[in-house]
């Protein structure tokens, strides 16, 4: 599985490092390539090896921070392939974000990370596909093939009404004027129940389904993972 080059090279760590401590006090209009540098022990210079500008070095955070992600998610799959039922999974992707401070400022409609995005067209639309709504409409279509979601809708009407639903609770959970009445139970069981109700199947499909859509969706996010990878440099 491919690494990004900083495995390799601990200036660059340092920088990805100092910057990340920087963007989460400061913000990203704030933080310059000097601030980053001397916080990193490196000279000015030495950043601009690794990254031409500091919006590539942002956005090679953030990218970095989605693949970690991405990682955790894959791991619970492979120690848990029950995790693939769409309430669980979904809900597991959208914790797995949520918990990562830059990450969740990259899919919660952060208005300078999404200009940042914009800007970066390439690197911004692999992002995109990383987020919580996209992941899980992604593998919608593994997840019917193996009687895990319910057929009796078209999967493009699936595909909306679930995006529809995770919006919601990312808006739920990340901006304080959608914060919704409180609860008994945690947001992950109501999310993963809200889920199954939406498109879960009744019958279930067995254990053989369960792993083959398993490994059918954690080569969907080692794809992922490759490409963002490619991205970075």
């Known amino acids: 599985m491919p690494q990004p080059f900083e495995h390799d090279s601990p200036k660059a760590f340092r920088i990805l ?17 000097a601030e980053i540098a001397r916080a990193a022990g490196v000279g ?17 955070l953030f990218g970095r921070e989605v693949l970690t992600a991405l990682d955790e998610i894959d791991r ?20 797995n974000m949520l918990n990562r401070a830059l990450a969740r400022r990259l899919h919660s409609g952060d208005e300078d ?9 390439a690197s911004g639309s692999v992002l995109a596909r990383a987020a919580p709504s996209a992941l899980c409409t992604d593998v919608l279509g593994i997840l019917r093939e193996h009687g895990l979601v319910r057929v009796d809708r078209p999967l493009n009407e699936q595909s909306y ?9 990312m808006a739920t959970e990340t901006v304080a004027w959608f914060a919704g009445p409180a609860i008994e139970s945690s947001s992950d069981q109501v999310l993963a129940d809200a889920v199954g109700l939406l498109v879960g199947h009744t ?19 080692g794809e992922l993972r490759e490409e963002i990878t490619t991205h970075l440099g």
């Open 76 to 95: 619970a799959l492979s120690a848990d392939p029950e995790l693939v039922r769409p309430g669980r999974l979904c809900a597991l992707i959208l914790r």
């Open 203 to 221: 019958a279930d499909p067995g254990h053989e389904a369960v792993r083959a859509a398993t490994t059918q969706v954690r080569t969907v996010l």
């Open 17 to 33: 490092s100092a910057a990340r401590e920087l963007l989460l006090e400061h913000g990203i209009r704030k933080v310059t390539i």
């Open 44 to 60: 000015k210079g030495t950043v601009y090896l690794y990254w031409a500008t500091k919006e590539d070095l942002i956005v090679a």
């Open 113 to 121: 990370a999404l200009r940042l995005m914009a800007h970066h067209s």
């Open 161 to 169: 009404a679930l995006h529809a639903l995770l919006v919601g609770f």
